[in-house]
């Protein structure tokens, strides 16, 4: 299964059903699943701990670390998506609820290029 192929309805019951299998849905309530999301940030951000930003290119050449990354990043995105189940949220809704509402709090011509708070700027291109 791949990003492009995907979608987080398929995601959600993948997560759902492995929980299922092993009874672990009287273990994964908001307040379980919520401290889960931060726990796994967390070991996430451990592989970023004392890096200087200039030097993050590198670690995508690094298969070993990337790999130990990307198993990070599944974690947080699986008990997201649990979180999610268990709460009744829609994913794909929350986030376009949330991306209209930032892009009223910070529109494009005023903020361009800046970061709060400092308002320092970046002199690079905005992705597409």
């Given amino acids: 299964m791949e990003d492009k192929t995907a979608n987080i309805e398929q995601l959600k019951k993948m ?3 492995f929980i299922a299998a092993r009874q ?3 273990f994964h309530d908001a307040k379980n699943l919520s401290a889960s999301i931060a726990i796994e940030a967390a070991e996430l951000m451990e ?21 130990e990354i990307t198993e990070e990043v599944a974690d947080v995105f699986a008990y997201l998506l649990s979180f999610a189940s268990a709460m009744d949220i829609d994913l794909a809704q929350a986030l376009s609820d949330k991306m209209a509402k930032n892009s009223e709090k910070y529109p494009v011509g005023r903020d361009y290029g800046t ?7 970046w002199t690079g291109t905005p992705r597409e």
């Fill in 47 to 67: 592989h970023f701990q004392w890096v200087h930003s200039d030097a993050i290119d590198s670690i995508k050449t690094d298969t070993k670390q990337m790999a």
């Fill in 115 to 121: 970061f709060k708070p400092t308002g320092k700027r």
């Fill in 24 to 26: 672990w849905h009287q």
């Fill in 15 to 17: 997560v759902d059903d």
